[in-house]
């Protein structure tokens, strides 16, 4: 990447912008998270009360767009090569396909149709 | 003749003034703590031997047991170790077989196969054929070296601790592997325990092994060498590093988890309402065995491409170099191998079919199985047709080269029919199975790394390997290593379990329609294939005389080639050269042995790395270093030029 | 021939060495850590309290030192870049400035770190045999089994017996209930010389561990002599597989119960078939309570729940329900606005089950309850032991603890012993900083997706 000066009091003004972000973005979570009886869920009218999957997206989601400030900014893949895009690419297909485990290990959707049809008729 | 500018001087001119010689480092900093990559290559390479004796040494006590379950071990029964371990007659123990299993798998997989094919050939042959003065991070490889170096050890000497080393199969599934070896109080020096924590270390080799090479692959060629322009065999490490790279790190999250449940008592692995003996397992529960059958295979089915893509790539050099042909189908091999290696990572349940996983996944897994077998044989395909009309020196390496083909396609062929989960109903932990695997890695992965040594002995030593030791090494290690596997196939249909450490003497009484189980198609079908080709169950536990007989053959099949490898350092017949074989890759371009730094001049790719018997060319070879006569060669194709 | 592109970037892939290898090592981590994510959805997917589970715990962290490390975290990112945008201007001064920031931020997260472990260290739960669960804080050691021994039975074809010995050693070295000991609480079990211990012929024992193995040695043997002759036809001898030493006076042990299979009024057994012939002397735990967890027994049945009988307190109880009460009040109008039952799931929550209990009482047993082996299905500290939460938790955060560790040792040697490279080639340093400073990133990035899964949800 570039490093002249002024590029260098650029990237300084970024880097702080960047950070401020990052940490309203922790508050955002936090806010999320600690409400506990009422939620996001309940505001929005889409899951009921208690801790629950709306407020588990909607953390993920926002942890998921710091990750990607923390790596495109701080890490500098905004202007990288993209020899390191395809190295990346390839991890995060298998980091993927690791994730699904629970799946490849525990979804039977065959099984449970067939299930389904024999209770029909039992 | 190839008027070669880099190297034509050859060996005569050992004291050549490059300016590595004045200061030379001590000796231990030289060949021990070395962060050049050929002293670590080779130092790789004699750890990696050892380990195979060692590995070799256990299954050869295992056969006995297997062969003659009744009778006590010769010549071992009287060394101290074995007194605490071999019964009170000195016959084989079911835990000391258990152990020496186990073992045997950790050892020529973790600390044999890979620390050869990929530490010591990769290491030596991949900086040269690239061009590199060294790998990139030449600290690390040497770290990457003294870490395989520890868990090794570790491995070992957790055979001398009381609880003897791991005894759980290479595997080592949990929850068996959590609960083995309680009675310890001492709990991180049990064999178990040792053996996670070996196998950190081991990663930890891998992974840094990997980073290196990937990094030096890409960043250290020479001017010139443009990917395509990359031999096979570059390609294969290339590929070969992703894989440990992406692979191994579950492994170690599994190891690290396993660790914790020994260690600390968590339940990562252990269901609720766990009971051993009819004592309740004293630990919360609510972990999940599958959760480590799936992080172990995941690294599980890559390692095997691990073990092989090494393999073929020495083929894919030793062949046409041999045959004086180009290796035919080069872009095609590359291709290959790149999807191989994709396909690699999602094929690993296929380990797994009887754990109880759902259709659905199950057919996504017998799908990618039957998928991969293409690259595959593309690879193979491509070596057999690169011989086509070759003017062929059947020497040492070309016959372990050319033997490698038709062992390597039995292991492969037999694989198919275990990607379809209704036959791995059958077949599942069967000798079947065994001998699958051995054929690819045993007579597979071993022949081409005993090609690669013969090939490459030259350029280190300056000296050739004994032909006729080399011959006597090939015949019986070839005759002996289907003695010891094809029957393993045979048992193996016939359903004898892989675990037995009697052989399965148990079977001799029954009949044959009770030991196929009962009426069921599968025993209608077997038996009446094997009561006409081999007869009862009990003319099939022969076999296991054979295969034992065979085992300590092939053990002595390698004396010559101990012996060769030895004697030719000092006495081989001399090479005239520093391209004998009149190869065309970089790492002939070399002086011989290859100094600090490697090249004396940065060499330069002018053209692809198979040019053999080039219509119209001179001589029969023209070295990817040589400039053209008409200087038309340009070393920078466009699409070198167009990334400046 | 030098290593070329160690400094500068090979021009057709645009990059040095240094930084395709650390790209390549953080796509090695992203794997390490996307196996451990994986492994938390999978056990999180799989808990099922149906068969016997301890239900997820959600929200049982301090949340406020999560957040503080998260921000301590960003602070320390946004640190190291600006560190290294000062060493591409080449102000080493400055540079220094922000790495010692860099480091103070890790030394904040890693002291923070500790106070949160060390909590849990020193919480623990009991699960009785009805699922209803008790926290608290154990008095002493008396989650331990307490026993007076007069003899010793050890099994003479096993191996070395260890956790007698172990005890025995760790009580003496901790210095509390020294008295207990008797009259050799100087000695080591499996080294020194044992004068209190006799064998079956009345013998002294000297050194333990030769007795063993010179005793194990003439069983293994004997039997071998028996097999031989129980083939050629003779008579065989007895043999006796275990042996019994007696001491000349009782000795106390505290046995972790982690370490036994099976005790009883007069026996205690290890895992290593070494067995303890004596007297039971204490075996219930003293626990301080502190809250009562009845998320695994059915909503309408936790009257009755065995934790209420060792309690034997009517105020707790009745405030214990009345809390209890009020959290399921509270989502109530949630459903009934939509005309719903509250589901079972929702009932059971933890939310609504898991309730402080007070107990009221003088002196130092004030709040302190008795609670017998034998209501006991399982014990532990909120260490890694206590569920599958814990130990990913403890997992996670202890990797991810090491990470932080080791990048602030590369950062600080390079603020410190950088000066050198730093003189003689300045854009190798700066290099070098960008490297870690990735490292440093990918760290950052790990805690930020561990904080919402470990604290929040």
Known sequence: ?122 | MSANATSAEGQAHEGHGHDHDHHDPPFWRKYIFSTDHKIIGIQYGFTALVFLAIGFFLMMVMRWSIAFPDRPVPLLADLPWFQAWLDADGKVTGELYNMFGAMHGTIMIFLGIVPLAFGAFGNYVTPLQIGAPDMAFPRVNMASFWCYFVGGTLMIVSFFLPSGAAKVGWTNYSPLATTTDQQFANQFWTGQTQWLFAMVFLITSSLLGAVNFITTIINLRARGLTWMRLPFFVWAMLVTGFLLLLAFPPLEVAAIMQLMDRMFGTSFFVPTGLSINGIPFDGSGGGSPLLYQHLFWFLGHPEVYVLILPAIAIVGEVIPCHTRRPLWGHKTMIYAVMVLGFLSFIVWAHHMYLTGMGTAVSTFFQTTTVLISVPSVILVTCLLISMWGGRIRFNSAMLFAVAFIPMFGIGGLTGLPLAFNHIVLHLHDTYYVIGHFHYVVAPGTLFALFAGIYHWFPKHTGRFMSERLGRWHFWPSLVFMNGVFLPMLIQGMAGFHRRAFDGGSAYSQISGQEFMGGDSLFASIFNFVFQRAAGTPVELIDLNLIMSASAWLLAIAQVPFIVNLFWSILHGEKCHSDNPWRATTLEWATPTPPPHGNFIDEPVAYRSPYEYSVPGATDDFTPQFEKGADGTDNPEPETALAAH | MEIPYEVTARRDTGLYNAKIGIWLFLASEVMLFGGLFSAYVFLRVGVDPAQGDLPWPTSVQKVWIGFANTLVLIASSVFVVLSWVELKQRNWRKFQFWMGLVIACAATFMVLKSIEYKAKFTHTGIVLTDGSVIEGEVIGKTNRIEFEADSVTVNLLGGVPGFVGSVYKKEKEDGDHGEAHGGHGEVEWEKASLPGFTDASGQEVGNFKSWFLAERAKVKNTLAANKRAARNGKETVKVETSATLKAKEPFTVLADPHFTVAHGADSLAFRDVVTLNGKLVNDTVSIHLHEVDLQMVPFENQKDAQVWTLVNNEAAKTEWFEHRNHARDHIKPYYDKRGLDIPRKKLQDRHVSLQAVHLEGEGEHAGVIEVPRDAIRFISNHGPRYNVYYAIYFTMTGLHGLHVLGGALVLAYMMFFGKKLYLKNPEHMANRVEVGGLFWHFVDLVWIFLFPIMYLF
């Open chain 1, 1 to 122: 990447m570039a490093s002249s000066s002024e590029d260098m009091e650029k990237h300084r003004k970024q880097y702080w912008f960047v950070g401020w972000l990052l940490f309203g973005c922790t508050a955002l979570t936090l806010i999320v998270g600690i409400k506990q009886y009422y939620n996001f869920g309940e505001i929005f009218d889409f899951g009921a009360p208690g801790v629950d999957g709306p407020d588990f997206a909607v953390g993920l989601v926002i942890a998921c767009i710091k990750a990607s400030l923390v790596a495109l900014i701080f890490m500098h893949l905004n202007h990288e090569r993209g020899l390191i895009y395809k190295v990346l690419l390839f991890t995060t297909i298998f980091a993927v396909a690791l994730m699904a485990l629970v799946l490849f290990a525990k979804w039977n959707p065959i099984h449970e149709a067939i299930a389904n049809i024999q209770s029909q008729f039992s």
